[in-house]
């Protein structure tokens, strides 16, 4: 435990990723009193606000886009304001990038890296660098928070402050990982698992605010048992987080939990029950929506 309540800052590709990658840790830190501030870099409006794509796909070049981007970044940041809040923390900054600019761009790493000199975070939680979630955004913004952590370590420029933040973390380093044939896993990797099983219910309900993606209902209870369950899974728990650490920890000894002492002695119908916990896909669903399997693809469509 350190002596001090610590500071934490994500940094998110898109609105959801600030709380749907690590929001089950970051409730864990912010129950506890530590800071936890949210950086959305990326509107998320171009790349996956549905009801404008489909809106698009309807009425074609008719669609005027740019009359409804501005309410639509509105929406989803006051989505992910609302999931956040559901997680327990309020500090929500929005860096407006455009979410289909992909590029790793000087602009970016300078605005990440001055929200690091003011927050003065003591961890710092990114994208993997390689990762090609959210059109390779993830990849993008992972590469601009690991230059804006360095940039920030330096002297900056003119009256700049210097914050050298001592730990960073890679959020669901291997989430895309086998999804497309360039995703290989040279690098990435999971280290430590955070167990989220006491906070599932929170991060469901944080997912069901997520109305602009489709998120909310159904998507949100499959997802914490295909997503958060699988990882619980390989963790031995019901539910939980992965990450990477950049750098590796240093410590005196070599470190064990009261939990892994326990493992010696634990039988193992014991770890499998603890693995079969169900809670996020039990929930109930939010008024209105139901189980549907009207979207199932019919088998005469595999057709080849
Ligand atoms: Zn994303």
């Given at each position: 435990m350190p002596t001090r309540p610590i500071r934490l800052m994500i940094v998110a590709a898109?609105?959801?990723d600030s709380f749907d990658q690590a929001g089950g840790t970051l409730a864990h830190h912010a129950a506890r009193g530590d800071s936890v501030t949210a950086v959305v870099?990326?509107?998320?409006v171009r790349s996956h606000h549905w009801e404008l794509a489909e809106k698009k796909r309807e009425m074609g070049a008719e669609f005027d886009v740019e009359a409804s981007v501005q309410k639509a970044v509105n929406e989803k940041l006051e989505e992910v304001r609302a999931a956040c809040r559901i997680m327990g923390f309020e500090d929500v900054r929005d860096l407006?990038?455009?979410?289909?600019?992909i590029l790793v761009t000087q602009d970016k790493i300078e605005a990440i890296a001055d929200v690091i000199r003011e927050v003065k975070p003591d961890v710092l939680i990114g994208h993997h660098p390689y990762e090609s979630g959210g059109f390779k955004m993830h990849g993008t913004v992972g590469q601009c928070t690991i230059y804006a952590w360095q940039l920030a370590q330096g002297t900056g420029r003119g009256t700049q402050e210097r914050h050298p933040v001592p730990v960073l973390y890679f959020m669901?380093?291997?989430?895309?990982?086998?999804?497309?044939?360039?995703?290989?896993?040279g690098t990435s990797r999971t280290d430590l698992y955070v167990d989220i099983t006491d906070v599932i219910e929170r991060k469901v309900k944080a997912l069901d605010m997520i109305t602009s993606q489709f998120y909310g209902g159904p998507y949100s209870r499959k997802r914490s048992e295909t997503s958060d369950g699988a990882y619980g899974q390989a963790a031995s728990v019901a539910y939980a987080e992965p990450f990477q650490r950049f750098q590796p920890q240093v410590l005196y000894y070599l470190p064990i939990t009261e939990h892994e002492l326990e493992a010696r002695d634990e039988g193992p119908g014991f770890g499998m029950a603890r693995r079969g916990e169900v809670v996020g896909g039990l929930m109930p669903l939010p008024p209105g929506m139901e189980y549907t399997s009207a979207s199932r693809v019919a088998k005469e469509k595999y057709t080849t």
């Open positions: 898109h609105p959801a870099t990326t509107t998320g407006g990038f455009e979410d289909d600019d669901n380093p291997t989430a895309y990982v086998g999804n497309n044939s360039l995703e290989y896993a």
